[in-house]
């Protein structure tokens, strides 16, 4: 089965590291001395609390999360996060919070939270169709807001950060989904930071949320119980059933990360490289292949780009298919093309992947 894996560039849920596959299918039937699959057993078993507490460690050793902060597995993607940010962060001191608007998930993000007071819209990108990333100086920060809300990278348009925004004394909450576990961060920066795992973390079904301590010891005593923030953090993430499978590949995962990969530095270095690999196609070919981030925030995770035909574009993507490179569609809201390569891509699939590019151009244009 192994031989008939294509390259996979969906942009979630996504490609995972074969190693962690593997390990996944020997261990399915029977995880070694439980005599029963992680699927099968209990979440108060001690094999799997050993197994939560592993995910927790190696989360911890890999973005040196400070002690001041709790690690929670949570369900509901960054969707209920969504509106959990603003239900737990605001309060009648600070009613009030300032979103960044970057893509469509910073949109959506922004929209859930009006539902719970009136937000302020700090900066959007809406304008040049969300190609750019804010100037520091044109964001206008609200005194006394709750917190700064932003993307850390956008997979429909493929624009990233590459450091984090000064909030100032502000907290810093931030969505990293996509790009989570690619590179080292210093968590200290930030109030709160979450990422739902289906891109660089796992399977779906998993959502981290990393948060300070002192931003949820202080929760509207009228807000449902399974909604609190400081609820999951004393039921170390046990409230109700976590997702044992999505927790126990995720905890394969950082392992790979550690041992194969040799931490983020490394894999960021990694990171780098193949994405230069495909940016360096789109500006040898401008007229061919045009980029949709400015050349000063594109993504390390989703490189998008469009050609000079939705004609071109079926030919591409079908052409590609029959090379094994596969889910290279932009999404539906925006069209085009779009090669998501999370840590799992091997350098191997990014480079068919150029080379197809060339040969396509060289063909088409």
Same mark, same amino acid.
């Given at each position: 089965m192994?031989?008939?894996?294509?390259?996979n560039?969906s942009?979630g849920?996504?490609?995972?590291? !074969? =190693?962690?596959?593997? &390990? #996944?299918?020997e261990?399915?039937?029977c995880?070694?001395?439980?005599?029963? +699959?992680?699927?099968? %057993?209990?979440?108060?078993?001690?094999a799997?609390?050993?197994i939560?507490?592993?995910?927790?460690?190696?989360?911890?050793?890999?973005?040196?999360i400070?002690?001041?902060?709790e690690?929670l597995?949570?369900q509901?993607g960054?969707?209920?996060?969504?509106?959990?940010?603003?239900?737990?962060?605001?309060?009648?001191?600070?009613?009030?919070?300032?979103y960044?608007?970057?893509g469509?998930?910073?949109?959506?993000?922004?929209?859930e939270?009006?539902?719970?007071?009136?937000?302020?819209?700090?900066?959007?990108?809406a304008?040049?169709?969300?190609?750019? !990333? =804010?100037?520091?100086? &044109? #964001?206008?920060?609200?005194p006394?807001?709750?917190y700064?809300?932003?993307t +850390?990278?956008?997979? %429909?348009q493929?624009?990233?950060?590459?450091?984090?925004?000064?909030?100032?004394?502000?907290?810093?909450?931030?969505?990293?989904?996509?790009?989570?576990l690619?590179?080292?961060?210093?968590?200290?920066?930030f109030?709160?930071?979450?990422?739902?795992?289906?891109?660089?973390a796992?399977?779906?079904?998993?959502?981290?949320?990393?948060?300070?301590?002192?931003?949820?010891?202080d929760?509207?005593?009228?807000?449902?119980?399974?909604l609190r923030?400081e609820?999951?953090?004393?039921?170390?993430?046990?409230?109700?059933?976590?997702?044992?499978?999505?927790?126990?590949?995720?905890?394969?995962?950082?392992d790979w990360?550690k041992k194969?990969?040799?931490?983020l530095?490394?894999?960021?270095?990694?990171?780098c490289?193949?994405a230069k690999l495909?940016?360096?196609?789109l500006?040898a070919?401008?007229?061919?292949y045009e980029?949709?981030?400015q050349?000063?925030?594109?993504?390390l995770?989703?490189?998008?780009?469009r050609?000079?035909?939705?004609?071109?574009?079926?030919?591409?993507?079908a052409?590609?298919?029959?090379k094994e490179?596969?889910?290279?569609a932009?999404h539906?809201?925006?069209?085009?093309?779009?090669?998501?390569?999370y840590?799992?891509?091997?350098?191997?699939?990014?480079?068919?992947?150029?080379?197809?590019?060339?040969?396509?151009?060289?063909?088409?244009?």
């Open positions: 192994k031989n008939q894996r294509v390259y560039f942009a849920p996504a490609v995972m590291p !074969l =190693p962690v596959l593997e &390990k #996944i299918q261990e399915m039937l995880l070694p001395g439980v005599g029963a +699959s992680v699927m099968e %057993i209990s979440h108060r078993s001690e799997f609390k050993a939560l507490a592993s995910a927790q460690a190696n989360l911890r050793s890999l973005l040196a400070p002690d001041t902060y690690v597995f949570l509901g960054s969707r209920l996060q969504f509106s959990m940010i603003p239900m737990n962060l605001l309060s009648p001191e600070q009613p009030s919070a300032d960044l608007v970057t469509s998930w910073g949109k959506h993000a922004l929209a939270a009006n539902k719970h007071g009136d937000m302020k819209c700090v900066w959007t990108g304008e040049t169709n969300f190609d750019r !990333l =804010p100037e520091p100086a &044109k #964001i206008k920060h609200t006394n807001a709750a700064l809300h932003y +850390s990278n956008e997979t %429909i493929g624009v990233q950060f590459p450091e984090p925004v000064d909030a100032g004394e502000t907290p810093l909450v931030c969505d990293v989904s996509s790009d989570f690619h590179r080292p961060i210093d968590v200290s920066k109030g709160l930071l979450y990422a739902c795992a289906q891109k660089n796992g399977p779906a079904g998993v959502t981290v949320v990393i948060v300070r301590k002192d931003l949820i010891d929760v509207n005593e009228d807000l449902p119980g399974y923030y609820n999951h953090a004393a039921a170390d993430s046990m409230m109700n059933t976590p997702p044992t499978f999505a927790i126990y590949a995720l905890k394969l995962i950082t990360i194969d990969m040799g931490g530095a490394k894999l960021h270095e990694l990171n490289g193949q495909l940016y360096d196609v500006d070919n401008p007229e061919f980029g949709h981030a050349p000063d925030c594109r993504s995770m989703n490189v998008t780009f050609l000079p035909s939705k004609e071109l574009t079926q030919k591409f993507i052409e590609a298919a029959k490179l596969t889910a290279l932009g539906r809201s925006v069209g085009g093309i779009r090669a998501s390569i840590n799992a891509m091997p350098t191997s699939g990014v480079e068919c992947l150029r080379d197809f590019m060339e040969d396509f151009c060289k063909a088409n244009a």
